[in-house]
């Protein structure tokens, strides 16, 4: 005896035979069975116990056997024993316990009340059938189930108990057993008891034989298994919710997720409330909302088809007050749950009285309301609805509820960062951009900025830059990156470009110092070389005299040209590196291009998909472009259409489309100067001339003026060969004077007494703009006139 069994332990004969074959211990069971005392057989070979010749069995490979044995008794005659022996692990000696009971007793008979307790007692619930599928005898458990007393339905069958359409499917299931012999496992959920709670049900259907081993009747057993169903349901809704809810960055799509995920499995109707946030950017207060409190509804789902239970569609805004489940979850902070059971439906939907109408019309008797916390914000609530489910919220539901409603908390309020984060960098992006495009005598053009869709904005740009001499530079960029870093590298970008452009640098060299500037701006990163800042860059010059442009490129995709009667086929420049990358050279392409001519630039945006590979995309930019259209404003909306049909890019794009003009020699006049300070009178009186013959008398006196400062300088201070050259349109007149010398002038300020300095001083005021621009036969100093009045 022990604590542990305070009962005989001698009526099993137990021994153990350690690793050696040694008897290591005897109980006085096994005394009792073999007549030995301890003394005699502890400590010697198990082997001597056995009877005769008898062969010891083969247990060393098994970790459990039986078998019968034939033993020695000590008074010399033979008992056979059935043993049971079990391998014990190393750790427990390595050993085998042999054991035998001794006191088995007679067979149970048919009035032992051990038997009887086996099916009335049983906490399982048992039901026996007959051979004609009528109930024989049901235990209390089963009983319980049912709801009846089992002596009062013996004789009814299966159906006539249960009296619902799942009945006859178990009777299916016991009919099959029946006739078969064999059993197997049923799960059925079926409403149970009064309430008509959905139960989950484990039936074990097996057959009741007798000796002879034919089939008298059919035995069912049930487990009632519904919390374990119920745990498995939550389970698949939450999981369900982390895969379905956030699959995008938008508010209002993971509001409608959040919907979408509980009906019908949690309510039959969901609506979600946002507060709005407030203006100018700022954030929405910590800690539960004071009410009343503005609410827009963003998403609602119903198990109904159109939504019947919507008072008004998604983006409306109401006040709610306290006493309404939106307002008192709010203020609370935490979920209330309102039911008619319990009598305050109608009380907190009595703030509006269309609600308790609508409610009563539909039959709602249930209606829970939990807040959308996320990061200790209120972000807003989540109305759970119930008319079809006939139980109202408990518990659990809300339990559940507050679960899937945190995490789409979460979701909304990543989503509502990242809406804010791409507005405050797309708004950068659009104000760094240039809102419209300068009119020139160069170029005709035509842009669109489309940011990318599921990303943050990046840093694409373009630009037209009007330079001296009608020429008109032409830019498209893309820095590499997002949000609102990429836009302020952007904008830095653009403007060193605008500033190198100022100083009339070839594109080669342009691209260049454009490459000294972002590596500057990687170090001022704090990047540990070049790199950390990258970018790419297209910068091209088209001079309407020559009808030449000049290209670059710094790792960015060659434009695409559409010749006045041709087809549109991509331009082949020389591949320049990416900027950022430092002291790598870059190259320039002249190309002659009729007038109506029209490139095409782009970023990569345009053409890369994850449907199409990129020669695919400029497939489709080539036919896009070779269409008939308009406008080059058309062309744009065109090559949108067909590289992006659903309007949305993975990527930000930036496409700039230029048709070429060319200034007929009418417009120009040039003279070649000698370098002789007598001959700058004959010089002006010429240029009066010709701006009589065009016509521009009303610029004569200032033209004269400048002409006359610009050459005497040029005579005085540059090296022959002087040219002279006047360019005009319809608004401005340009005058040009070129030397050899690489001298560039530059304002001063005159003292009183001196007798010179105030001549570019006097170009400046009465001039639009004037500058320098240098070349490798020299310089030339330029300015501009306006044509049009009032300027």
């Given at each position: 005896?022990?604590?542990?069994?305070?009962?005989?332990?001698a009526?099993?004969?137990?021994?153990?035979?350690?690793?050696?074959?040694?008897?290591?211990?005897?109980?006085?069971?096994?005394?009792?069975?073999?007549?030995?005392?301890?003394?005699?057989?502890?400590g010697?070979?198990?082997?001597?116990?056995l009877?005769?010749?008898?062969p010891?069995?083969?247990?060393?490979?098994e970790?459990?056997?039986?078998?019968?044995?034939?033993?020695r008794?000590?008074?010399?005659?033979?008992?056979?024993?059935?043993?049971?022996?079990?391998?014990?692990?190393?750790?427990d000696?390595?050993?085998w316990?042999?054991?035998?009971?001794?006191e088995?007793g007679?067979?149970?008979?048919?009035?032992?009340?051990?038997?009887?307790?086996q099916?009335?007692?049983s906490p399982?619930?048992?039901?026996?059938?007959d051979d004609?599928l009528?109930?024989?005898?049901?235990?209390?458990?089963?009983?319980?189930?049912?709801?009846?007393?089992?002596?009062?339905?013996?004789?009814?069958?299966?159906?006539?108990?249960?009296?619902?359409?799942?009945?006859?499917d178990?009777?299916?299931?016991?009919?099959?057993?029946?006739?078969t012999?064999?059993?197997?496992?049923?799960?059925?959920?079926?409403?149970?008891?009064?309430?008509?709670?959905?139960?989950?049900?484990?039936?074990r259907?097996?057959?009741?034989?007798?000796?002879?081993g034919?089939?008298?009747?059919v035995?069912?057993?049930?487990?009632?298994?519904?919390?374990?169903?119920?745990?498995?349901?939550?389970?698949?809704?939450?999981?369900?919710?982390?895969?379905r809810?956030?699959?995008?960055?938008?508010?209002t799509?993971?509001?409608?997720?959040?919907?979408?995920?509980c009906?019908?499995?949690?309510?039959?109707?969901?609506?979600?409330?946002?507060?709005?946030?407030?203006?100018?950017?700022g954030?929405?207060?910590s800690?539960?909302?004071?009410?009343?409190?503005?609410?827009?509804?963003?998403?609602?789902?119903?198990?109904?088809?159109?939504?019947?239970?919507?008072?008004?569609?998604?983006g409306?805004?109401?006040?709610?007050?306290?006493?309404?489940?939106?307002?008192?979850?709010?203020?609370a902070?935490?979920?209330?749950?309102?039911?008619?059971k319990?009598?305050?439906?109608?009380?907190?939907?009595?703030w509006?009285?269309?609600?308790?109408?609508?409610?009563?019309?539909?039959?709602?008797?249930?209606?829970?309301?939990?807040?959308?916390?996320?990061?200790?914000?209120?972000?807003?609530?989540?109305?759970?609805?119930?008319?079809?489910?006939p139980?109202?919220?408990?518990?659990?539901?809300?339990?559940?509820?507050?679960?899937?409603?945190?995490?789409?908390?979460?979701?909304?309020?990543?989503?509502?960062?990242y809406?804010?984060?791409?507005?405050?960098?797309?708004a950068?992006?659009?104000?760094?951009?240039?809102?419209?495009?300068p009119?020139?005598?160069?170029?005709?053009?035509?842009s669109?900025?489309l940011?990318?869709?599921?990303?943050?904005v990046?840093?694409?740009?373009?630009?037209?830059?009007?330079?001296?001499?009608?020429?008109?530079?032409?830019?498209?960029?893309?820095?590499?990156?997002?949000g609102?870093?990429?836009?302020?590298?952007?904008?830095?970008?653009?403007?060193?470009?605008?500033?190198?452009?100022?100083?009339?640098?070839?594109?080669?060299?342009?691209?260049?110092?454009?490459?000294?500037?972002?590596?500057?701006m990687?170090?001022?990163d704090?990047?540990?070389?070049?790199g950390?800042?990258?970018?790419?860059?297209?910068?091209?010059?088209?001079?309407?005299?020559?009808?030449r442009?000049?290209?670059?490129?710094?790792g960015?995709?060659?434009?695409?040209?559409?010749?006045?009667?041709?087809?549109?086929?991509?331009?082949?420049?020389p591949?320049?590196?990416?900027?950022?990358?430092?002291?790598?050279?870059?190259?320039?392409?002249?190309?002659?291009?009729?007038?109506?001519?029209?490139?095409?630039?782009?970023?990569?945006?345009?053409?890369?998909?994850?449907?199409?590979?990129?020669?695919a995309?400029?497939?489709?930019?080539?036919?896009?472009?070779?269409?008939?259209?308009?406008?080059?404003?058309?062309?744009?909306?065109?090559?949108?259409?067909?590289?992006?049909?659903g309007?949305?890019?993975?990527?930000?794009v930036?496409l700039?489309?230029?048709r070429?003009?060319?200034?007929?020699?009418?417009?120009?006049?040039?003279w070649?100067?000698?370098?002789?300070?007598?001959?700058?009178?004959?010089?002006?009186k010429?240029?009066?001339?010709q701006?009589?013959?065009?016509?521009?008398?009303?610029?004569?006196?200032?033209?004269?003026?400048?002409?006359?400062?610009?050459?005497?300088?040029?005579?005085?201070?540059?090296?022959?060969?002087?040219?002279?050259?006047?360019?005009?349109?319809?608004?401005?007149?340009?005058?040009?004077v070129?030397?050899?010398?690489?001298?560039?002038?530059?304002l001063?300020?005159?003292?009183?007494?001196?007798e010179?300095?105030?001549?570019?001083?006097?170009?400046?005021?009465?001039t639009?703009?004037?500058?320098?621009?240098?070349?490798?036969?020299?310089?030339?100093?330029?300015?501009?006139?306006?044509?049009?009045?009032?300027?």
């Open positions: 005896m022990s604590p542990v069994y305070p009962f005989d332990d009526a099993t004969a137990r021994a153990v035979v350690d690793e050696r074959g040694l008897l290591a211990e005897w109980n006085e069971g096994a005394r009792r069975l073999l007549g030995w005392t301890p003394q005699e057989v502890v010697g070979p198990a082997a001597r116990l009877a005769g010749d008898a010891a069995p083969a247990l060393p490979g970790r459990r056997w039986s078998g019968t044995l034939h033993l008794h000590r008074d010399g005659h033979t008992v056979p024993v059935w043993v049971l022996a079990h391998h014990r692990r190393p750790a000696g390595g050993d316990l042999l054991v035998t009971p001794l088995g007679p067979p149970p008979q048919p009035d032992d009340p051990l038997l009887r307790a099916l009335t007692q399982c619930a048992v039901a026996v059938y004609r009528r109930l024989h005898a049901a235990n209390d458990a089963m009983a319980e189930v049912i709801g009846v007393p089992g002596e009062h339905l013996r004789g009814l069958r299966h159906p006539e108990i249960g009296g619902r359409s799942h009945s006859e178990i009777e299916a299931h016991m009919l099959r057993v029946l006739a012999g064999r059993g197997h496992d049923v799960r059925t959920y079926v409403p149970v008891g009064g309430d008509d709670r959905l139960s989950a049900w484990l039936a259907v097996s057959p009741v034989k007798d000796a002879d034919r089939v008298l009747g035995c069912v057993a049930v487990h009632d298994f519904t919390e374990q169903y119920r745990s498995r349901e939550r389970l698949q809704l939450v999981n369900e919710a982390s895969a809810i956030g699959t995008t960055l938008d508010v799509r993971t509001a409608q997720e959040l919907a979408d995920v009906v019908p499995s949690l309510a039959d109707f969901v609506s979600v409330y946002l507060v709005d946030p407030p203006e100018h950017g954030e929405l207060p800690g539960p909302l004071k009410v009343p409190v503005s609410l827009r509804r963003v998403a609602h789902r119903s198990a109904d088809q159109g939504d019947p239970e919507a008072m008004f569609p998604p409306r805004s109401e006040v709610y007050p306290a006493v309404s489940p939106q307002g008192a979850a709010l203020l902070g935490q979920p209330i749950v309102v039911s008619e319990s009598g305050d439906l109608e009380k907190w939907l009595a509006d009285p269309e609600r308790v109408l609508l409610a009563r019309r539909l039959g709602v008797h249930s209606t829970m309301s939990v807040p959308i916390l996320a990061r200790g914000v209120t972000l807003g609530v989540a109305v759970f609805t119930r008319f079809r489910h139980h109202p919220f408990m518990p659990d539901d809300v339990l559940l509820a507050e679960d899937v409603t945190a995490r789409a908390a979460v979701c909304v309020d990543n989503a509502r960062r809406s804010r984060e791409r507005e405050t960098a797309l950068l992006q659009r104000s760094l951009l240039p809102r419209s495009l009119r020139t005598a160069g170029v005709q053009a035509a669109r900025y940011p990318a869709a599921r990303a943050d990046g840093g694409d740009w373009f630009d037209v830059i009007p330079l001296s001499g009608m020429r008109v530079a032409l830019v498209v960029g893309d820095v590499i990156g997002h609102v870093r990429a836009s302020a590298a952007m904008g830095r970008l653009r403007t060193a470009v605008r500033t190198l452009a100022d100083i009339d640098l070839a594109p080669d060299e342009l691209l260049t110092h454009l490459d000294d500037v972002v590596v500057r990687s170090a001022e704090g990047g540990d070389g070049p950390e800042v990258g970018a790419t860059c297209l910068y091209a010059v088209y001079d309407p005299i020559s009808r442009c000049t290209l670059a490129r710094a960015h995709p060659s434009p695409v040209l559409v010749p006045p009667d041709g087809p549109p086929h991509r331009i082949e420049l591949a320049g590196p990416p900027l950022g990358l430092g002291g790598l050279p870059f190259e320039s392409a002249v190309l002659e291009l009729r007038e109506g001519s029209v490139l095409s630039f782009y970023t990569d945006g345009l053409l890369e998909s994850r449907e199409r590979d990129v020669e995309g400029h497939r489709l930019l080539c036919a896009a472009l070779a269409g008939e259209a308009d406008s080059l404003e058309e062309t744009c909306d065109r090559v949108l259409h067909a590289l992006l049909p309007g949305s890019a993975g990527d930000d930036a700039l489309l230029a070429t003009r060319g200034l007929p020699a009418s417009q120009v006049a040039t070649d100067i000698p370098g002789d300070p007598a001959l700058v009178a004959p010089i002006r010429q240029v009066v001339e701006l009589d013959d065009w016509g521009l008398s009303v610029a004569a006196f200032t033209a004269e003026l400048v002409v006359s400062e610009l050459v005497t300088n040029a005579i005085r201070y540059g090296a022959a060969p002087i040219r002279l050259r006047l360019i005009h349109d319809e608004t401005q007149l340009i005058c040009e070129s030397d050899t010398s690489n001298t560039a002038p530059h001063r300020r005159a003292k009183t007494w001196d010179g300095g105030r001549g570019l001083l006097l170009v400046a005021q009465l639009q703009r004037w500058g320098s621009r240098h070349s490798l036969e020299g310089k030339t100093i330029w300015a501009e006139l306006s044509l049009l009045d009032g300027e």
